[in-house]
């Protein structure tokens, strides 16, 4: 994988001035999820989900403090432990970048998230820089990927699979 992209002049310039801190710094992260729209997200038209090493707590949230990023407080349907909200702006493209943190890797249906998958560990330990941002290994991300469709199917697609048809459109998987 490259670690810059063709459009790197649309990026916002708080995205990148962040995972340039978080990497000068040593801070143990990775964007774990939905890789393959990090671009976007790096220009504020979707959330960054970063997995941080609970050892890092402390110097990710000062650095993104120093940033000027605030901590959100999450609605009571997307909060669970482990998981933290932070708000940033963009003064000069006047967009915002929202940080989804987690310490801890829990998943679930939709809006359910109860189960803890305590890997951690493993997720982090294997990264690549992808846009100048750390991003797990594509095999360990596409396992999580697969965990994670698994919790989040329905009974119907369950069913379909069983019976022998592709469950998930084949189009998602392989991207």
């Known amino acids: ?8 002049s649309l990026l916002l310039a708080c995205a990148a001035d962040l995972f340039s801190a978080l990497n000068r710094k040593h801070v143990r992260y990775v964007h774990w999820k939905s890789n393959e729209h990090l671009a976007e997200a790096l220009r504020g ?9 609970k ?6 949230e000062s650095t993104v403090q120093d940033l000027g ?8 349907a997307r909060y669970f432990p482990g998981r933290h909200g932070f708000l940033g702006f ?5 967009a915002l970048v929202q ?20 890997i951690e560990e493993w997720v982090l330990a294997v990264a690549e820089l992808l846009g ?4 797990p290994s594509p095999a360990r991300e596409a396992i999580i990927f697969y965990v ?3 919790f989040k199917s329905t009974l119907r697609q369950r069913l379909s699979a069983a019976a022998g048809r592709s469950a998930f459109p084949p189009e998602n998987i392989l991207r």
Not at 1 to 8: K, L
Not at 55 to 60: E, G, P
Not at 90 to 94: F, I, K, L, T
């Open 99 to 118: 940080l989804d943190v987690h310490y801890d890797l829990v998943l679930g249906e939709q809006l359910v998230k109860n189960h803890r998958l305590p």
């Open 55 to 60: 050892s890092d707590a402390r110097v990710f």
């Open 1 to 8: 994988m490259t670690d810059t992209y063709p459009d790197a």
């Open 148 to 150: 994670r469709v698994c």
């Open 132 to 135: 100048g941002v750390r991003v």
């Open 69 to 76: 990023f605030v901590r959100m407080r999450l609605p009571r």
């Open 90 to 94: 963009d003064r000069e493209a006047g």
């Open 45 to 53: 038209e979707t959330d960054l989900d970063l997995l941080v090493d």
